[in-house]
């Protein structure tokens, strides 16, 4: 007998895990989603599931054995191993991305393309879209907001995560902000991030949770009731407050980057 299980963490779709297999809906997006994983399957990226089939409705994806981590993180996910690991394979996924992305179509994605494009972005690179074994990152789940755009809209955003660079209000963080500085710093150096990127990093992080927020008033406008939901429960104001303290820090986080 097949084991059905259904897969919780996000909290925008409803996620089966059958056997080997993960059936997910789909969207308008989802055709340029299939296309960037079997690009990633030809460069031989194994860090990101296969597709499997598509039905109405429904993709069929391979299932990635391991751990995935909600918030607040579990210890593991909030591990230096973790963080180090995280940005190791954000670096190989953006690298395996560059060749597709010259030629990758600019429209039909969820979110819009964002220039200049240098990689086909993630979109939404962290704790609770990766899998873990043990202390270590080893595949990418969710793909929905994938987007053609620059390495370091990405890796902003994964920063803010998997620092995490958060107010001390915000229960889903953790670490004073010298602390917070110093695994920033981590992360940029394990993912290899040039200095000139770095400079721009705190205010492409802050760019990305306004871009965020408007990504989820619009999504409820549009009558996505998930959205809606977690506009409900307050979720924009905290991303808003993230991004003033990401301001108030700029100071402690760029001594540390640039040391």
């Known amino acids: 007998m097949v084991e059905v299980e259904r897969l919780t963490g996000g909290g925008v779709n409803e996620v089966l895990r059958i056997g080997d297999t993960v059936r997910r809906p789909t969207g308008p997006w989802s055709p340029r989603v299939h296309d960037l994983l079997r690009q990633l399957a030809a460069q031989g990226f194994e860090a990101a599931p296969r597709v499997r089939d598509t039905m109405p409705g429904f993709e069929i994806l391979d299932f990635i054995p391991g751990d995935v981590s909600n918030y607040p993180p579990t210890a593991a996910a909030a591990s230096i191993e973790a963080l180090e690991s ?72 994964a920063a803010y995560r998997w620092v995490p660079m958060t107010a ?69 104001i905290q991303y808003l407050n993230d991004a003033s303290y990401i301001l108030a820090q700029r100071a402690v986080f760029e001594r540390d980057l640039h040391q």
């Not at 940005?87 to 039909?108: F, I, K, N, S």
């Open 86 to 157: 995280a940005a190791l394979l954000l670096r190989a996924y953006h690298d395996a991305t560059v060749e597709y992305a010259r030629r990758a179509p600019r429209d039909g994605w969820q979110v819009a393309a964002t220039e200049p494009v240098e990689v086909i972005c993630h979109g939404d690179y962290a704790p609770h879209n990766c899998v873990l074994h043990g202390n270590r990152v080893v595949g990418i789940i969710d793909f929905d907001h994938a987007q053609p755009g620059p390495r370091l809209w990405d890796v902003a955003y």
């Open 168 to 236: 001390p209000e915000n229960t889903d963080g953790f670490g004073t902000t010298e602390e917070q500085a110093a695994r920033l710093r981590t992360f940029c150096d394990r993912y290899g991030l040039a200095n000139d990127a770095r400079s721009s990093l705190v205010d492409v992080a802050v760019a990305r949770l306004h871009a965020l927020v408007d990504f989820m008033h619009s999504q409820a406008a549009a009558g996505n009731s998930a959205f809606a939901g977690h506009l409900a429960d307050g979720h924009h």
